[in-house]
């Protein structure tokens, strides 16, 4: 099993540009995470899913758009990239069965902004 | 709503030496907690959870916690440093159906 895996693992944007962060899980997981990570902030939730076709917001909703067309890929997109968005991005997943939450992250996505 | 408290945004301890790590929660019901951990440019790993079986939980590489309801803490210790142990440590709580709300995190320095 890969786990959660996440692409690109870096990449460099120019204020307005667009583009899409691709989250892919292989462990049948229903629930899926965005979350970013900033310094001094811990992780902050971006928008989540509970299951195929169905897409929820988080803390820090604004400027990103998301879709789960399928049930193991979970997409971020930025429309139109600011500064702000400069960070780092992980993407999670868990099962819905069981009684303990835990959530598996995959390696991360950093982002720039100039 | 369930949040969280790290306490301590850097700690810095020698090789050898105790590791505590302190994680304060505020839940109006019972909560799940879990400390994770971020090794450099990686993703996190889970290192241990509450789920209510038990107070004190053990968990990967040494490390366990005791969860206190009279205090709301959660704190985190290993007995003794290794320099494999300096990593970025999160704290988080469940909340509602869905989400794990994270503390702003504690770096962890271990000095040889």
């Known amino acids: 099993n890969a786990g959660v895996t996440q692409t690109p693992k870096f990449r460099v944007l120019k204020t307005g540009q667009s583009m899409t962060l691709l989250c892919a899980q292989d462990?049948?997981?229903?629930?899926m995470y965005w979350y970013r990570q900033d310094p001094g902030m811990g992780l902050r939730l971006i928008h989540y899913s509970v299951g195929e076709g169905t897409t929820a917001k988080g803390e820090v909703p604004d400027g990103y758009n998301v879709s789960r067309l399928k049930k193991q890929n979970f997409l971020l997109g930025l429309e139109s990239a600011a500064p702000s968005q400069t960070s780092v991005y992980f993407c999670?997943?868990?099962?819905?069965?069981?009684?303990?939450?835990?959530?598996?992250f995959g390696p991360g996505t950093r982002l720039t902004v100039t | 709503a369930q949040s969280v408290t790290q306490l301590g945004s850097h700690v810095s301890v020698s090789e050898g030496a105790l590791v505590l790590l302190r994680c304060n929660y505020s839940s109006s019901v019972p909560p799940y907690l879990f400390w994770y951990v971020q090794y450099p440019n990686q993703g996190l790993q889970l290192l241990l959870k509450?789920?209510?079986?038990?107070?004190l939980v053990k968990g990967i590489n040494g490390f366990e916690a005791e969860f206190k309801k009279s205090e709301t803490s959660f704190h985190l210790t290993k007995p003794s440093a290794h320099m494999s142990d300096a990593a970025e440590y999160f704290c988080?709580?469940?909340?509602?159906?869905?989400?794990?709300?994270f503390g702003q995190g504690t770096r962890l320095t271990i000095n040889p």
């Open positions: 462990m049948n997981h229903e629930y």
């Open positions: 509450y789920t209510s079986a038990a107070t």
């Open positions: 999670a997943s868990r099962t819905r069965q069981g009684i303990t939450p835990e959530q598996y």
């Open positions: 988080a709580v469940h909340q509602g159906a869905q989400k794990l709300v």
